[in-house]
């Protein structure tokens, strides 16, 4: 080893031994005849000091270090004169007696500090030095913690981890498949998984009652600010179960990581509620439950006034903004601009003001009475000092706008505390989407989702209300996870693909193997998934994933870092009997 | 839940309860008015008994049942009149109350027993069904538990698991890459990585320190019996450390997994052997140590008699067989043909034997007097009653094929016992291997690999004589994996690269990125890879991964199972702007 000790754990009941560090040069700073450097690693900063007095050549040489040469020094741990308590060594310093260049290194392109000076894209060029930088470095420490966490409280429950494979076969359903050209086999293309979901659906089959893994899965999507064309799940099921086990150990899991990670103790149950309720209340089918502020429907309210824009409207929503009555002209014009921006798209905000008085100011009062209002106030709950704001027009939409309004208030009234964590289970999801531009429905889970109970004798009589058996895991408004009982009869998920379009040819094709092995006793069974890279970025706090995934693409799926995707040689090409084909 | 005990945890101390289980009907038996099921999950198979004096609609139902039906059982425990001492639930059996039918079963194509009926084809195809047998499902439970107990070890010495891309890029040195068309940047293909080296080189540049990951790798080679076009490695990289370090980690790491999941104490130290030694004893840079059989050379021994073959021979080389002087005339030419096969590749092969008087015969007798025979006996240190056998030829070559025939004998010889282990380090690797087709240096283990420091000033002027700091870690004649020191200098770097015919251009447009990090500080580091298939079918006593694999390829690289890969929508083909050359 070039040390005995790490940068991060010298302390002054150490005073007095000697010891020998190796890291980076974080700074140096010449005072006198002294010569300061922190010197890091992985487990923190240790300052150093070397003395003209005691060894001028020495001192001279620690004069010429630069930023982020690699060092190793001896010396002896001496109690500071100047104590430091933002570092955990900040009683102690090292008063060097040699000192050892390893490496020298070029002047970063931006300071390695948690705040610097580096744009995102320099640092995702150089992202290697950006992991340098502890901020980054902590949240991947968070990932593997929480990663060994996820596997401890499974192995405790008796899942195995089972390694699925990763080329596998295409099936042109929902996202674009990545694919691998097979050499061997010429003409011949594996696929990488969206999701081991049909794999994990034979393992049942096969007896493995309780699996987990923690694995890569990729999606070939126009990404979005916040997706990667490479991303890792927690992938789960279990057998013989019904939704409440499911609920149960899977909330079990979440509670597990908040205590041994975070440490939070969750001691209630999580909540529960219907997606339809999630859709009236919060207009969402993520609600971020750490504030209320509630939709109040007022549409019954607002009738026989003459004023078109809330007669027409199939749906009238509210919102109060606790204490936000003193909004000014100017903060209202800005909510306005807001929800029509296009992203949001309403035509427009009207709103309420219940005074500290009791009196009620309105942007509709030249249509409506004051006791009109005062029943829009009496329904909405408003108090005194409180802002109603209110958007109208078609029920889906409207609640769709609604709800990015009462985040953007949440934002505004400080409510949304990024270390705050309020979870929450979404059930009884509709099985089916109805999607206009194909006529036709589409799973709205996947395929393989098991109706409710209750509704199957629903399934072609009334498609659209029939409920799954499906439900997702909420976190402060993100969707942590999600899954569902299966279908493990082999007639119900022939019928679910009738009620999907896909003729039985189209079906076999590509979930043959799955039907096949459901013919040889499958039992009941159900799992989910979570989003691990979403899971470690709220609990490190972060609105984006990419800040927990060591060398993550950017929005054209480019490693910038390493330069690919790259073209590749003419011979690798004919290898695989493929050619380019460029429009 | 469908059952509240499993087919496994039932002793006779439960007797007199009420208990439900669910599972699969392994085999029913009917006896007189009694109907026996053996009800079979992943954690055992518990009896259950119908008796048409109690319930003769529940019998005659329970009649019905074909094999692998999955049922819900509730009963209460009783205490066996015949006891089964191989079942851990032996002493106890069900008395059925009530049977509920969960999901029937075709008749399965092969018998779920670990002693199946089915061929290996047949079990591919239906891998989901060969699951299901205990052997099988062993297999993988040794998995889960293997890679717990690594991360267990590993997370305790400070390691951070950290995931490392898998869509990178393509860098055509070493076996084929498999590759993976964007559809975003058109022209342009990611790789998949054979190994992440150099993301886990990258990080210790990051300060990292200690990074470990459990990933899938990747290799479009032409797959000889035990490959896998995809594969899963302990990939391990530490900074600050020498050789001794890394050695000292990692024999903890194999001694914490035998210790933990085999419940075998290795206490002394593992043997390390040089590269030189292993290849001049054994030859094999992986020798299987589970037994003796050390080559003697006897060249100088032999000369003077005009026997061509040894004269004109560089090398002559012996093993001795303890015991088979005995060996009949068949016996011998068994061996002969064995050396001969053109796997093999002798020319031929000579015996001596040491019969129990001490007397010597052999099959050289006619060249050699009985003086020059027991020297050879002395040097091999054969006794009466041993074999001793010689291969001569050009020196390489030869104990290769010397190395076929001692494990050949060593099988013969009962030696080679799969449950026991012998672990050991081959240190002191050439840091080249010269190819003569190519006439060019390769570097035998990868380009990154430092030299031994002593060797250095070797580099230039007697290149194929450097020693590399790397090293082997062999199970029982398996490389379990292996690793090096890396050279942390961009100057050395250089050299090495154009030691190895790569051009300046070359290098920065293969391992830029990794070189230009270099540039910033990067410390000492080094670390290894652990082949985890191979780990684990070393432990399962197995010969070949694809036991220890779910979902495993065959030799031409297909999914039997899925049938992947397969052709793709032309859809596919457009949008990735590629189109198939097929010749």
């Known amino acids: ?37 922190d010197l890091r690693d992985r487990y923190g900063i240790t300052q150093v000091v070397f003395n003209v007095d005691t060894d001028a050549a020495l001192q001279e040489q620690a004069n010429h270090l630069g930023r982020e040469y690699v060092v190793q020094i001896t010396g002896k741990v001496a109690e500071r004169y100047a104590k430091n308590q933002e570092l955990s060594t900040g009683d102690i310093e090292i008063i060097a007696s040699s000192l050892r260049i390893l490496n020298s290194s070029d002047v970063p392109p931006f300071t390695i500090e948690d705040d610097t000076d580096g744009g995102d894209d320099l640092r995702m060029k150089y992202r290697y030095l950006d992991l340098r930088r502890p901020a980054v470095r902590r949240n991947l420490e968070l990932r593997h913690r929480m990663a060994f966490e996820i596997r401890r409280y499974l192995d405790s429950k008796g899942f195995l981890e089972v390694e699925t494979p990763v080329l596998i ?14 050499r061997m086999n010429p003409g011949q293309f594996y696929a990488l998984p969206q999701s081991p979901q049909t794999f994990k659906q034979l393992l049942m089959v096969s007896g493995f009652d309780r699996y987990f893994q923690i694995v890569k899965c990729f999606r070939d999507e126009d990404l979005r600010a916040d997706r990667q064309p490479e991303f890792t799940q927690i992938d789960c099921e279990m057998s013989f179960v019904e939704q409440e086990d499911v609920l149960q150990m899977f909330e079990g899991l979440v509670k597990h990581i908040f205590k041994y990670v975070k440490d939070i103790d969750f001691t209630d149950p999580f909540p529960r509620m219907t997606w339809a309720d999630a859709m009236r209340l919060y207009g969402s089918d993520k609600p971020d439950t750490r504030f209320g502020m509630e939709f109040v429907e007022i549409k019954d309210l607002t009738g026989g006034r003459n004023f078109a824009v809330l007669d027409d409207a199939e749906y009238v929503g509210a919102i109060v903004a606790p204490g936000c009555a003193g909004y000014t002209r100017k903060q209202l014009d800005q909510l306005t601009e807001f929800v029509k ?20 100011k309105s942007s509709v009062s030249k249509f409506y009475t004051e006791d009109d209002l005062a ?63 194909t006529q036709r429905y589409y799973a709205m889970h996947h395929p393989f989702t098991s ?42 998920q022939d019928h679910m ?59 054209s799926g480019r490693d910038v870092m390493i330069d ?3 073209a590749i040689d003419d011979t690798q090409l004919d290898e695989l009997q493929i050619a380019l084909n460029l429009k």
């Open 1 to 37: 080893m070039f040390r005995n000790k790490t940068c991060g754990e010298l302390r002054l009941s150490d005073a007095g031994q000697e010891v020998t560090l190796a890291g980076w040069v974080q700074r140096t700073r010449k005072m006198g005849g002294m010569t300061f450097v």
């Open 169 to 182: 076969k295409s099936t042109p359903e929902g996202a674009r498949d990545f694919v691998v050209p097979s």
């Open 341 to 360: 921006r296009p992203q949001v798209g309403a035509k427009g905000m009207m709103w309420v003001k219940v005074e500290d008085d009791g009196s009620i």
């Open 375 to 437: 029943k829009w106030v009496e329904r909405t709950g408003a108090k005194p000092g409180d802002l109603i704001l209110i958007l109208a027009g078609p029920t889906m939409k409207t609640r769709k706008q609604l709800c990015e309004l009462r985040l953007e208030m949440g934002s505004r009234l400080g409510l949304r505390d990024p270390q705050k964590f309020s979870c929450l289970w979404v059930i009884d999801f509709p099985l089916f989407e109805w999607d206009d531009e």
């Open 451 to 492: 109706p409710n109970p209750e509704d199957i004798h629903l399934l072609d009589s009334d498609t659209g209300a029939v409920r799954a058996t499906a439900y997702d895991m909420i976190v402060n408004g993100n969707e942590l996870g999600g899954g569902s009982i299966r279908i493990h009869e082999a007639e119900l």
């Open 497 to 555: 693909f009738r009620l999907l379009g896909l003729s039985e040819e189209d079906a076999q094709y590509k979930f043959g193997f799955l039907m096949n092995a459901f013919k040889y006793g499958a039992p009941p069974h159900g799992g989910l998934a979570f989003g691990f890279d979403r899971f470690v970025s709220i609990l490190a706090g972060l609105d984006s994933i990419r800040d927990v995934i060591a060398f993550p693409k950017n929005n």
């Open 564 to 566: 690919a995707p790259s």
